[in-house]
């Protein structure tokens, strides 16, 4: 069974750094793609930065670009999530996830398929 399981969250202050892991299992490391998606309380699940199996390439929503690095690592099946320079509006469940298909985007939700069980990122003022 294809799974996705997130580590790395806690509770860190402001201008503090946390990095995120995604551990894959089955033929999920072999998506198109891999992403990570954030949702704060009462709010919709966004976007924050994806990685094509394909070359590598990444892209990131604005407001991480700069303090944010999502990276993988193929021989352990992982994809991380470095975040640094935390603000507290970056508290949030962050989730993990994969897209089969190829695509020219991966910023939607709807492009993947397989989700991780979320982890939670706290940062205090």
């Known amino acids: 069974q294809v799974q996705l399981v997130e580590s790395g969250g806690g509770l860190v202050q402001a201008g503090g750094s946390l990095r995120l892991s995604c551990a894959t299992s089955?033929?999920?490391?072999?998506?198109?793609?891999m992403g990570w998606f954030r949702q704060a309380p009462g709010k919709d699940r966004e976007f924050i930065a994806t990685i094509r199996r394909s070359g590598g390439s990444t892209d990131y929503a604005d407001s991480v670009k700069g303090r944010f690095t999502i990276s993988r690592d193929n021989a352990k099946s992982t994809v991380y999530l470095q975040m640094n320079s935390l603000k507290p509006e970056d508290t949030a469940v962050y989730y993990c996830?994969?897209?089969?298909?190829?695509?020219?985007?991966?910023?939607?939700?709807?492009?993947?398929?397989?989700w991780g069980q979320g982890t939670q990122v706290t940062v205090s003022s």
């Open positions: 996830a994969a897209a089969t298909y190829y695509s020219s985007t991966y910023r939607s939700e709807r492009r993947y398929d397989t």
């Open positions: 089955g033929r999920t490391f072999s998506s198109a793609a």
